[in-house]
């Protein structure tokens, strides 16, 4: 009955306003991206795979991180590479684009990156309002120290 709990618990987190709200931004902001630049490896059905993935994984890694779980770190470290490299391999395979190396580079490290800075934006385990007070309270000095 406990790992129900803590199951619903966890998906309760994917379902929160502001996360959908900040996902949902993030998605136009990557499609709108793919139109504009334009690039041989960018559409918008990889932006749409790669940005739930980072979603739904980057939070969780970062906790594995933050917690010092290391034995999820295999499991943490291998969610993060699909997520920015393997989900970008295979989608480009299975649309029959080649996969340049100089692009596969490039896109690993803007990839990271955004798989952090995600991972950071949807880490809180909290509602918008408590987000902001905990922000409001770090920035007057009296955040957690």
């Known amino acids: 009955m406990d790992a129900i709990v803590l199951k619903l618990r966890a998906m309760r987190e994917y379902l929160r306003p502001w996360k959908l709200f900040t996902l949902s931004i993030g998605l136009a902001l990557l499609a709108l991206g793919a139109f504009h630049y334009n690039q041989p490896d960018w559409d918008v059905g990889i932006s749409f795979v790669m940005g739930l993935l ?26 993060y590479w699909f997520t920015v490299d393997g989900s970008y391999v295979l989608y480009n395979a299975w649309v029959g684009r080649p996969v340049w190396p100089e692009l596969r580079v490039a896109n690993f490290f803007a990839s990271s990156l955004l798989y952090l800075l995600c991972g950071l934006i949807w880490l809180p385990r909290m509602t918008l309002s408590e987000v902001f007070l905990s922000a409001v309270a770090a920035v007057k000095g009296r955040g957690n120290k």
């Open 54 to 79: 980072a979603y739904f994984t980057a939070p969780w890694g970062i906790i594995v991180f933050k917690a010092k779980r290391w034995k999820l770190l295999p499991l943490a470290l291998l969610a």
